[in-house]
């Protein structure tokens, strides 16, 4: 994808890999950005610098991420490139309460569902369009100390290869972008064990975004070990499994918070 001219959504755009985003989209010659965050000041201050719009969004509303795509077509023109990139890292064990499981899940999984839903019937009557959806490694791999995170971002990546198989032939692009640990918010306390392959700058993780879009591949992993944990991850299970029982030992004889990484 060539995103110069391009109208593009970035939620969760206020900070983090979101403003790295909007950033290189703007390097790159797009033609409107959209900048939507929980933080609405934050949004306008980062699409005040890329020459966009931004506005306050709560992404686990199905309305709000309705009205936003309806009010960024009448204004702007159709949208190319929806970054649904919002989300969030609270709970960790199975005793978590329903109502940390249900933000958790709004927040990381519904609002790519909210945004297909009300995004693909357009894209499909014009002849395509592209969705960028970001998950985690965790949603390829695990969450050592988060059952929450590693559950709705393995949804996350489950949904992308979903709407990529159905409505390939529709002329929709997907891709998912599943890092480990960035500097961002979520690891202001430390990366925990996501941070197993260093910690990226934000600013890397959206030049990995940009590289691969312009080769329309699905998978987006600015840590390329993720690539090869997938392999040994496929190739035996079990040993895998083993594997990964071992760095959560190591991981809790350290002691570290269980901070996932965006």
């Known amino acids: 994808m060539d995103l110069k001219d391009k109208v593009i959504v970035v939620t969760g755009g206020a900070s983090g890999i979101g403003k790295a985003m909007a950033e290189r989209f703007h390097q790159e010659g797009a033609k409107h950005i959209v900048v939507a965050d929980l933080d609405g000041p ?11 719009w931004g506005t306050a969004l709560d992404v686990a509303s199905e309305e709000q991420i309705a009205e936003l795509i309806e ?8 949208i190319d ?18 109502e940390v499981w249900q933000k ?20 499909k009557q014009r002849g395509g369009g592209y969705l960028l959806n970001t998950a985690s490694a965790a949603g390829l791999l695990s969450q050592i100390g988060s059952v929450t995170y590693a559950v709705t971002k393995h949804a996350a990546v489950a949904l992308a290869e979903w709407i990529a198989i159905t409505h ?10 599943c890092p480990q640990a960035v500097r961002t918010a979520m690891t202001a306390g430390g990366p ?9 700058e ?24 993720v690539g090869e944990y997938i392999k040994r991850k496929a190739n035996d299970y079990d040993r895998w499994l083993r594997g990964m029982m071992r760095l959560q030992d190591v991981y809790i004889e350290a002691d570290k918070s269980p901070v996932p990484g965006s």
Request: charged fraction near 20%; proline fraction near 5%; charge should be negative.
């Open 42 to 52: 934050g949004a306008q201050a980062v699409a005040s610098s890329v020459s966009g």
């Open 81 to 98: 490139l929806f970054c649904s990139n919002a989300g969030i890292g609270i709970g960790k064990g199975l005793d978590e309460p329903v």
């Open 202 to 225: 934000p600013e890397v993780v959206a030049q990995c975004v940009v590289d691969t879009l312009a080769e329309e591949r699905f998978l987006v992993l600015p840590h390329p070990e």
């Open 168 to 177: 390939g032939r529709d002329g929709i692009r997907v891709s998912v972008l």
């Open 104 to 123: 958790i899940w709004e927040v990381n999984t519904l609002s790519h569902v909210f945004a297909a839903k009300h995004l693909i019937p357009r894209m």
């Open 71 to 78: 009010t960024t077509e009448d204004r702007f023109g159709s």
């Open 192 to 200: 925990g064990v996501a941070g197993v392959d260093g910690m990226l």
